[in-house]
């Protein structure tokens, strides 16, 4: 397949694998896609295995744009199923639709490759709005999922920064620099010099490699200092 998700024409049919174990919610969504104008069920499988041989066959003109695939399948899971159909087929994308909402299950399909992630307690609408989401080119993940994903993100980011040691003082300075204070103001609340206080505030800012207050504070929160105060070196 030529063309990218990304460049997917509007007007062109979006072809779907499923690849989901129980028979019953299979033909809900078969029905709801086959609904669809813009998008045609191409395959349905009740086990991982299946399907990749079905998407390594060279002859098999029906290749997928979207794979739809629940995790808790028979033989192969749809965890490790989903590194195998990222190779088998890497023009198509990946949509985990399953009962999970476990942090685990969310944080290893997305880690994995997986471009969305639905509950099945989401409603027609909603996987066939995912569904096309995804061939344009974004991601589509259930409200509850992107919460934790975002987190998943933001936990991330501050695992990159580099860690920060604040000297007690350093961090009472630091704390009263959040709740507005000067510094003469710092000076008279802690008992010591402005002098000593200008000293302080300005090793804080080479630890943070911040040039003010509101920088300091604002990076000391994206980064979780304020956050670690309690199991910081006394």
């Known amino acids: 397949m030529e063309s990218t998700q990304e460049e997917m024409s509007i007007n062109e049919t979006i072809k779907v694998m499923l690849v989901e174990d129980h028979p019953k919610y299979r033909k809900v969504i078969e029905m709801a896609i086959n609904a669809e104008p813009s998008m045609e069920l ?4 009740g086990a991982a295995e299946v399907a990749l041989r079905s998407v390594e066959d060279t ?3 029906d290749v997928p744009d979207i794979i739809l695939l629940d995790l808790n399948l ?3 899971s749809g965890l490790d199923g989903i590194p195998q159909f990222i190779e088998a087929v890497p023009s198509a994308k ?6 999970s909402n476990a942090e685990a299950d969310i944080t290893i399909a997305v880690q994995r490759g997986a471009s969305g992630y639905l509950l099945k ?3 027609v609408n909603q996987i066939i709005e995912g569904i096309a989401t995804v061939a344009r080119g974004g991601a589509s993940l259930d409200g509850g999922v992107a919460l934790h994903v975002l987190k998943m993100i933001q936990n991330q980011s501050r695992k990159l920064e580099p860690a920060i ?6 961090r009472e300075i630091l704390t009263l620099l959040s709740q507005g204070m000067l ?3 710092i000076a008279r609340e802690l008992d010591i010099s402005y002098g000593s206080v200008a000293t302080y505030i300005r090793r804080l800012y080479e630890k943070l490699d911040v040039q003010n207050a509101p ?14 105060f309690d199991n910081m070196p006394q």
């Open 42 to 45: 191409v395959s349905m499988f």
């Open 59 to 61: 002859e098999n003109s």
């Open 74 to 76: 028979p033989g192969i």
């Open 94 to 99: 990946i949509i985990v639709l399953t009962q």
């Open 121 to 123: 307690s989401s409603t």
């Open 165 to 170: 040691t604040l000297s007690t003082r350093e």
């Open 183 to 185: 510094k003469k103001e």
């Open 215 to 228: 920088a300091a504070i604002d990076k000391a929160h994206r980064i979780g200092v304020f956050e670690n």
